[in-house]
């Protein structure tokens, strides 16, 4: 059974490098070191198809924007019968220090806006996450308006080490499994 993995993301040259866009970002990465190539799908949504060492992965970029991604993520389980032991969710949290990785499987939604659209359409929150931390905004900026914001120069470089890791980390759930993965990345 093929794994599917969607990074969560915002569609557009706008939404590129900012926090959001974390799920995108990795996914991006995971494809380049795995020689994935993306292409667009009818229903709104980019997918490549490849392996992960011999295992075969579906890699996904929703491109409606983030609280609706949840249509999207049960359309492709759906589509391709791929069970919920096999789907794996990307996404950035305010909750985490900056370059933070933490992969969790079940629990609400945190107040992410994408991940409660998947909860909603799966109707169940049991899925597999590998959340990358971007941190609390500064004490007068507004959550919307910080995760919609590009990270700062000063940030680029965690950013790159962030979005590795987070690939790396991928990786290691697919090859040797969630709780070997959370040992190692937790």
Known sequence: MAWLIIGLGNPGKRYELTRHNMGFLVVDRCAQKEGIVFKEESRGILIGKGLVGEERVVLAKPLAYMNRSG????ELTEGLMVSLDHLLVIHDDLD??????????????????????????LE????????????????????????LNPFSDQQIPLLEESVERA????????????????????
């Open 96 to 121: 985490l220090t900056f370059g933070r990785i933490k992969i969790k499987r079940r629990g609400g939604h945190g107040g992410h806006k994408g991940v409660r659209s998947i909860i909603e359409s």
């Open 167 to 186: 690939s790396e980390a991928v990786r290691a759930i697919i090859l040797y499994g969630e709780e070997r993965a959370m040992n190692i990345y937790n």
């Open 71 to 74: 249509t999207a993520v049960r």
């Open 124 to 147: 169940r929150d049991d899925f597999l996450r590998v959340k990358v931390g971007i941190g609390r905004p500064p004490e007068l900026e507004e959550n919307v308006t910080y995760v």
